[in-house]
């Protein structure tokens, strides 16, 4: 499909890289079927193979005038699949996402997450009143109303991310409790806790210390909010492994993983393992491949259609 070259002008702010020509010289404009917020167009002259990448706001068959374009810049092959969000990172156009948290640890998986859309994380702090609900969905909601107030620019979006540390032979303690537990009795209280689990068997060992964490994340857009769900399973190991970890990474070790790199039962060889080491010893890039942080926001942005 091919409509006219819109004539518009060009928010010189978010150019990355304009191209020396003037814009009458558009051959076509070839909006993007898949994804209606995003097209090309190339162009008539110039060197050749040269493309300019657009953002088109709203519906590709909404008239030219409807159009914003963002920026443009040299592009040597289009990629009809190219989403809006791939458009803005190409232009260096950052959208900006803040996160609802006191913890910098959840911050630095955040970011490291959210690089690959182009979407910067800034942390948001308040004191935000945390209801003592017994589903960490309820709680990450309550977070995400009280923090929209804060909102500055309608553009930005917030996150809140509510995790805990389950143990199945506490009956899911410390659960929604996890902060007011790692305050208290810390990692070596947990540890004391179940301290008389344990087997010479590792398979029996790793199943009477079984635990996981669970994370629920809450994005708001537009007035919209967006949840997404994560748990990563494994065990409480039998001491305390310090190294870049936060919270309770020094104490849980996570379930190997498969080749499509899902959780595998204790006693089979994993294709991708820790050997046995606790999250707190392994790097931040390690750590992410099981994360359960990591996979409730990858469930968040697959509901996400602007994120493609
Ligand atoms: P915010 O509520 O301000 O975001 P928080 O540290 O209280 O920060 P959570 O309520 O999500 O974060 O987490 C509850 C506890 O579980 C807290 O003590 C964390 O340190 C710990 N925790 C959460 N995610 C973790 C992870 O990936 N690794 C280790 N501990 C984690």
Redesign the pocket.
Known sequence: MVVNAPKIPVPKNKVNSLLPFPLEKYASITPNISDPTAFTANVACGEPNHSLIANLRHAPIAPPSATTIYGFMKYPKITPSINHTQVLSILGVIMRLLF????L??VA?ARNFFQRYGISVDQLEFDAV?PQASELEVVAMSKIEQAAAFLQDSEDMIL??????FVDSLDGFPGVY??YA?ETIGNHGILKLIGHLKSEDLVIDSNLRRAE?R?VAALYKDGEITIGEGVCPGRISHDVGEGE?????PI?IPADLDIDGEPIPFGEMGHTSTHGRQ?GVIPLEQKQLY???KRALLSLVSKLDFLG
């Open positions: 609802l948290t006191t913890n640890g959840k998986e945390e809140v991310e509510d995790a805990g540390l996890s902060s790692l964490f994370a970890g936060f919270g309770f990474d849980f999250f994360s359960h942080r």
